[in-house]
């Protein structure tokens, strides 16, 4: 079926892992459990999965705030950890995402797909993460490999600060010289994706399957039961719509003819601040 260019959307920002790569978020869960390890702490994957899509030292030092790893942490060392302990885990933490990240760079299925669909509607492809630099420096070379190249990578430390706050999403759209910023819709899986895109004046499509609220590997989420499937994403759909996304949808592969609705209400002259 042939796609139609769009008239006001102008570009999407998409999020990396859960996104377009590692499906359910997979490699930087490891790496902060054993962050945590190494310093004589046992988080779970739960507490490693919460502030996913932060900027990674962020990302460590809300842990260190969850009252669950406050106390394991204190049963371990006898104080509440600081941002001396921060640093030192942050100085762990970069190095070993960088040697994970090639082992987990496979391709969502559907993701390629959706991004020449996107680019057969005359759309620019951006996006933003949670990675910094060293850590892209080896994604983007093993997804390139896989066929996935966007027209810009903005990470968290190209800017004053990552997500939620809108400054990735306003760097991607000075790249791609794409104005005003309700032409664009961030994508991605986590809460903090939609919160960047909602912060930056942009439409928000929440992914509730493929990603870091599901948190399953493709063979997981094809071995789970039916039932708890639904179940699992009918909340994961639930906590993205609570905190702002417009549209919340499986996968990358079922934005698509989201982007036809989107630019369907900018023609009636809706904004990403009205009401569905």
């Not at 930087?28 to 900027?55: N, Q, S, Y």
């Not at 990578?153 to 600060?161: F, G, I, K, L, Y």
């Not at 400054?167 to 791609?176: D, E, V």
């Amino acid at each position: 079926m042939a796609i139609n260019p769009l008239k006001y959307v102008k570009a999407v920002v998409l999020d990396w892992a859960g996104t377009v790569v590692d499906h359910g978020c997979i490699g930087p869960v490891a790496v902060f459990v054993e962050v945590f390890k190494r310093h004589g702490v046992d988080v779970t994957v739960a507490h490693a999965r919460k502030p996913m899509g932060l900027m990674k030292k962020d990302h460590v030092r809300s842990m260190t705030r969850d009252p669950e790893v406050a106390a394991l942490w204190r049963a371990a060392h006898g104080r509440d950890p600081d941002e001396a302990d921060v640093d030192a885990m942050y100085l762990l933490t970069e190095p070993l995402m960088v040697e994970c990240i090639a082992r987990h760079a496979d391709i969502i299925p559907g993701a390629l797909d959706a991004v020449a669909a996107f680019r057969a509607m005359g759309l620019k492809v951006g996006s933003t993460t949670g990675y910094t630099r060293p850590m892209m420096d080896v994604m983007t070379v093993e997804a390139a490999k896989k066929g996935y190249v966007p027209d810009t990578m903005v990470c968290s430390s190209d800017t004053p600060a990552g997500r939620p706050t809108p400054f990735m999403c306003y760097q991607a759209a000075l790249n791609l010289g794409v104005f005003p910023f309700w032409e664009m819709v961030k994508i991605g899986d986590t809460e903090s994706d939609v919160a960047e895109g909602k912060n930056a004046g942009m439409w928000t499509i929440g992914l509730s399957t493929s990603g870091n609220e599901m948190g399953l590997t493709e063979a997981e989420l094809a071995a789970l039961d039916p039932a708890e499937k639904a179940a699992r994403q009918e909340a994961v759909t639930k906590r993205l719509l609570a905190v702002g996304a417009h549209y919340v949808v499986p996968s990358l592969a079922d934005c698509p003819p989201l982007l036809a609705e989107i630019d369907a209400r900018l023609a009636r002259g809706e904004r990403p601040s009205c009401k569905a």
